[in-house]
C-alpha cells in the first residue's frame, strides 16, 4: 500500500488543486470583538485596506473596509462552494439572491455566463471574539456548460449528512458525492457534479485521537482524490505518515485506511478531469483567450444583470438567524 501516495505539498493560504477543482482557500481568522458596524472593534492602522490578507493579529479585512470580506466583483465560467464551519456570511448577488448562512452551511453558486456576488463576514459579538472558519473551493465547468444560467442554492447544515465512524466523534461530513448510502443534497443542474460520470466528492474527514477509517475506492479509474490535511496531527494514509498542512494526491482506485493518533481533519476533493484547456483571468475562467475577452467585454457592456443593492458590501443586520431570499422570493431556513 506503500505506493497508495503518489505526492506530497505542503499548503499555503491558497491550496494547489488538480482538475476539476480550479482553487480552495481556507480561510481561518479570529476576528476580535464586533463594533457596532459589524466590523472589529480594534484598529485598521497599518492595514492595506481594499487588499489586506497579511493577516496581522490573525485575522484579514480581504477586500472590505468596514466589514471583512469581499465586497461586489464579478465572475464567470466555474463554480463556487463555500462551506463555512464558524462564523456567517452575508451574500448578496445581481439575480437578487441574499443568504446569512455558516456552521456548517453550504452555498453552491454557479457563475454561468456571469454573475456579480458579495460575500461580507460580519460580526456579531460585541462581548466576545468572532472566529470565522470556510472553505472557498472553485469548480471548473466544461465547456458546453461555462455559459449556462447562473444558478444559486443552499445546502443547510441539517440537511448534509455525516457518516458517523465510532461513538467518540469521528465522522465524514458528506458536502457532494454519495458515500456508504449517505446522499447529499443535489448540486446545481448544470455542475460538473451533478453528472454520475464526473464522480466528484467533497467530504470532510475528521478523526479524533485514534481514529481511524478506511476509504473506498472511487468510482472510476480516472478519479483524480487529494486530501489536504488542514488540522490537528498527522495522519496515516496507507501507513505514510502525512503532517497537518499537507495535501497528499493518492491512488482513487483503492481502498485507503486513514489512522491518526493525534486527532486530524482533512478535507477530500476528487473527481474526475473535465480534461479541457483553461484559461484563467482574476475572476473568470474560460477555454481560451478569447473567451476571457469576451468576457471582459459583457461585464463592461452588461454588468452581468447589474448590481441591485444600496451598497457594495450589503450586510444583514444584527439578528443571527440563517436564511437565505431566493431568486423570484423563495424564503428558506436551516
Not at 3 to 21: E, H, K
Amino acid at each position: 500500500m506503500a505506493d497508495a501516495v503518489l505526492r506530497t505539498f505542503p499548503l499555503g493560504f491558497q491550496w494547489p488543486t488538480l482538475d476539476p477543482f480550479l482553487f480552495c482557500v481556507h480561510h481561518d481568522d479570529r476576528y476580535p470583538a464586533a463594533n457596532a458596524r459589524f466590523g472589529p472593534a480594534a484598529s485598521l492602522a497599518g492595514r492595506e485596506l481594499g487588499s489586506d490578507f497579511a493577516g496581522v493579529d490573525g485575522w484579514r479585512m480581504y477586500h472590505g473596509r468596514t466589514v471583512p470580506g469581499f465586497p461586489q466583483h464579478p465572475h464567470r465560467g466555474f463554480e463556487t462552494v463555500t462551506y463555512v464551519r464558524r462564523g456567517l456570511v452575508d451574500h448578496a448577488d445581481s439575480l437578487g439572491a441574499v443568504a446569512r448562512y455558516g456552521g456548517g452551511d453550504v452555498q453552491w453558486l454557479t457563475a454561468g455566463g456571469g454573475i456579480v456576488h458579495a460575500e461580507m463576514f460580519p460580526l456579531l459579538d460585541a462581548a466576545a471574539p468572532n472566529p470565522l472558519e470556510l472553505f472557498q473551493i472553485w469548480l471548473n465547468l466544461p465547456a458546453v456548460d461555462k455559459m449556462v444560467d447562473p444558478y444559486f442554492t443552499m445546502l443547510w447544515d441539517p440537511r448534509v449528512p455525516r457518516l458517523v465512524l465510532d461513538d467518540a466523534g469521528s465522522e465524514v461530513t458528506v458536502i457532494a458525492g454519495e458515500l456508504a448510502g449517505h446522499v447529499p443534497p443535489p448540486p446545481p443542474p448544470s455542475s460538473w457534479a451533478s453528472r454520475s460520470e464526473a464522480d466528484l466528492a467533497i467530504w470532510h474527514v475528521r478523526l479524533v485521537p485514534g481514529g481511524a477509517w478506511e476509504m473506498p475506492p472511487a468510482a472510476s479509474d480516472q478519479t483524480v482524490r487529494t486530501l489536504y490535511v488542514f488540522d490537528g496531527d498527522a495522519v496515516e494514509i496507507a501507513g505514510v505518515p502525512v503532517a497537518a498542512g499537507t495535501a497528499a494526491v493518492v491512488r482513487a482506485d483503492r481502498r485507503l485506511p486513514l489512522v491518526s493518533a493525534g486527532g486530524v481533519d482533512v478535507l477530500v476533493l476528487q473527481g474526475r478531469p473535465i480534461g479541457e484547456p483553461v484559461v484563467q483571468y482574476g475572476p473568470f475562467v474560460m477555454n481560451d483567450r478569447a473567451g476571457i475577452a469576451q468576457a471582459f467585454d459583457d461585464y463592461q457592456r452588461t454588468g452581468f444583470g447589474g448590481w441591485p443593492w444600496d451598497a457594495d458590501d450589503p450586510v444583514h443586520g444584527g439578528d443571527p438567524a440563517r436564511f437565505a431570499r431566493h431568486p423570484g422570493g423563495l424564503v428558506t431556513r436551516p
